[in-house]
């Protein structure tokens, strides 16, 4: 069990542009999800898959973001003309299959920083 | 639909004193309930689930935690602190027959004092 991987631990960016973040699961972890967790705050729920099916999209998600997980392996997130708004700690995490009763296992984020 | 309310955004304790966080969910189904601790920026660490069984849940760092089915609460404990305890703590229900996607409280801050 070599851990959740998140690439980069931190980007900084000017307002505009576009950021694309990497999560790489646990090998044998099938479902992966992706939260925003803002100072304060407890992680909140940005969208979910099951291998290279994304399943489910929070109302958070606006048409600026995109996340792929291409034959169910790693994941990218992708924000297109950021925002201010958009710094946050963006976490990744993995669990096995199951019925809601798997913990879920989290890499230690990307930081975003909008300037 | 679930939802987890955390009762207190900081706890301040002296080093050695017990300690409780408050935990409270509602939920239209079975639940199972999960609490994680984070430290300075890195990720969620699980402390321990409830789910089924025996309504009293030890965790790992001798936190434990109880299921109160009527009162909706899923109280963490600890009978003593340390320094390093000094942490967020996230409560968390997912939904049994619902959404397998958990949601969290808005975290406790817990501050160990020496």
């Known amino acids: 069990d070599t851990g959740v991987s998140q690439n980069p631990r931190h980007k900084i960016t000017k307002r505009g542009q576009n950021v694309t973040f990497r999560c790489d699961p646990i090998?044998?972890?099938?479902?992966l999800y992706w939260y925003r967790q803002t100072l304060g705050q407890g992680p909140e729920f940005l969208t979910y898959f099951q291998n290279e099916a994304q399943l489910e999209k929070s109302r958070l998600l606006s048409d600026r973001f995109s996340a792929e997980r291409p034959k169910g392996s790693f994941s990218t997130l992708e924000i297109q003309r950021t925002e201010q708004g958009d710094s946050a700690m963006y976490l990744c995490?993995?669990?096995?299959?199951?019925?809601?009763?798997?913990?879920?296992?989290f890499g230690d984020g990307t930081r975003l920083s909008i300037l | 639909a679930q939802s987890v309310t955390q009762l207190d955004s900081q706890v301040p304790v002296f080093e050695e004193a017990p300690v409780e966080l408050r935990c409270n969910y509602s939920s239209s189904v079975s639940v199972y309930l999960f609490w994680y601790v984070q430290y300075p920026n890195q990720g969620l660490q699980l402390l321990l689930k409830y789910l089924s069984g025996s309504t009293l849940v030890k965790g790992i760092n001798g936190f434990e935690a109880e299921f109160n089915k009527s009162q909706t609460s899923f109280h963490l404990r600890k009978p003593s602190v340390h320094i390093s305890d000094t942490a967020e703590y996230f409560c968390a229900v997912s939904g049994l027959g619902g959404s397998y996607i958990p949601t969290f409280g808005r975290g406790t801050s817990l501050i160990v004092h020496p």
């Open positions: 090998s044998e972890h099938n479902r």
């Open positions: 995490a993995s669990s096995p299959p199951g019925r809601g009763n798997q913990p879920q296992h």
